[in-house]
């Protein structure tokens, strides 16, 4: 086959590389997107669709691992890790754990609060440019708490947050019930992110590679990358299902399936696939109007227009497992019903299940990877992918283009590990 080349190949078509190839193309960059299956059919698509620059903080915090280890003992629970003789799981545990302090919980903060500040903007914008091509929505969030303690120890922690212009409001149970009145009793209160919001993560991303295309990004979906041909720290040619492509640069985004390429290369990247599932339902007369997270059953409840989508769980497989647990399916309506026992039996319209690309340290990866002068990474985005997208999209774009992302190029840099 003819060997075709451009500025730059994006291997993965969700939300990151999609972003990426946007605003690649608008600096005038000529782009080839690769994507093994359709594009935004991985993560980026049945997910809760949530914008949460009000949660800042990385995924491995401080006690986080005893509430795991509560959850590991319940056998539909929220989290989940496959216990099997996996030395590179072994690994990322370790850095897990040894990630759980204070210290890096508040450097992770600054870092999120930034990105996710610069990200929203982004949206912003692209929401005007996109008009009703999508729905979006920037009306808050509610997180609801069972729990009389995880409650207390919340509010203490968005105290804190204030300094990161996190603002938040405390509400008792009579006035979560006043906002959605479908909450149920057992609701002692709950926290209003004035500052989050929604949009539909598929009909989002579907558009943005539409944009893409018109700004001349080459799209190849159903597309499998079967290795990289190197030579001299250089990746000369990317071998796929439909030919041999070449590039000036090469940006791996392939969430979940980056480590598998990045091992061709001789390089260790510990990103793992935590799967997540989630459930969408006709939307049902007494849907609640805003998202809402439900803090105890570690999961989303997201409104849209005509639907209803409940989404949760982090199950830690070997590999790039797909299998569905109906235990969690069903753990994850009970759930719903626990804070929402007015919602009845309502239409299902769609199973869905993902694989989040996660990192140890809870932090994305951007940066050049070495020793390699033309490949760059963006991936392991865990649960903020959809936030961060378009800031994801920029700063790579900039590094494309030979500049720098500051600051953040040694926090989130592939080497720190």
């Known amino acids: ?39 935004g059919s991985g993560a980026s698509h ?24 509560r959850y590991l003992l319940q056998p539909d629970g929220p989290f989940y890790v496959h216990l099997q003789a996996d030395m590179e799981l072994a690994r990322w545990l370790w850095r897990f754990c040894r990630s759980c302090n204070e210290k890096h919980l508040y450097h992770s903060v600054g870092i ?10 982004l949206h912003r914008q692209l929401a005007e440019l996109g008009g009703d091509r999508y729905e979006y929505a920037q009306s808050g969030l509610l997180t609801l708490y069972i729990n009389e303690k995880a409650f207390v120890e919340s509010q203490e922690y968005y105290t804190g947050m204030k300094t990161y212009g996190i603002e938040t409001a405390v509400l008792n149970g009579d006035q ?49 990358v079967f290795w990289l041909e190197n030579s001299r720290r250089r990746v000369t040619s990317v071998v796929t299902t439909h030919g041999d492509f070449q590039a000036e640069q090469i940006v ?59 989404a949760g769980t982090l199950e830690l497989a070997g590999g790039r497992d797909l299998d569905i647990d109906r235990s969690r399916l069903q753990a994850i309506r009970a759930q719903a019903h626990r804070y929402l026992p007015n919602l009845g ?21 951007f940066g050049r990877l070495h020793p390699y002068s033309n490949v ?25 283009a030979g500049g720098s992302i500051g600051m953040m190029e040694r926090s989130l840099k592939p080497r720190r590990f």
């Open 345 to 365: 039996e309502i239409g299902l319209k769609e199973i869905w299940r993902g694989l989040r690309p996660c990192t140890p340290d809870g932090l994305p990866i």
């Open 376 to 400: 760059l990474i963006a991936g392991g985005h865990g649960t903020k992918g959809m936030l961060l997208g378009p800031v994801s999209g920029k700063y790579i774009s900039q590094m494309l």
């Open 112 to 121: 999120f609060s930034k990105l996710s500040t610069e990200s929203m903007e």
């Open 176 to 224: 979560v019930r006043d906002m959605e009145p479908e909450i149920g009793p057992q609701v002692i209160g709950g926290l209003l992110h004035k500052m989050d919001g929604r949009l539909d993560p598929a009909a989002f991303v579907s558009w943005l590679a539409g944009e893409a295309r018109e700004k001349g990004v080459r799209i190849l979906s159903d597309t499998e």
């Open 252 to 310: 791996l985004a392939g969430g979940a399936w980056i480590p598998q390429l990045t091992s061709q290369l001789g390089v260790r990247i510990p990103i793992r696939a935590a799967k997540g599932y989630s459930l969408t339902f006709h939307r049902p007369g007494n849907s609640p109007k805003l998202p809402l997270l439900l803090d105890e059953a570690r999961m989303a409840i997201t409104p849209f227009a005509q639907t209803l989508r409940m």
């Open 1 to 39: 086959m003819q060997t075709k080349k451009v500025d730059v190949i994006i291997v993965g078509g969700g939300v990151i590389g999609v972003s990426i190839a946007y605003y690649a193309a608008v600096r005038g960059a000529s782009v080839l997107l690769i994507e093994r299956g359709a594009v």
């Open 46 to 69: 049945g997910n809760a669709g949530l914008l949460v620059p009000s949660h800042c903080q990385p995924l491995p915090s401080p006690g986080v691992i005893a509430r795991g280890l």
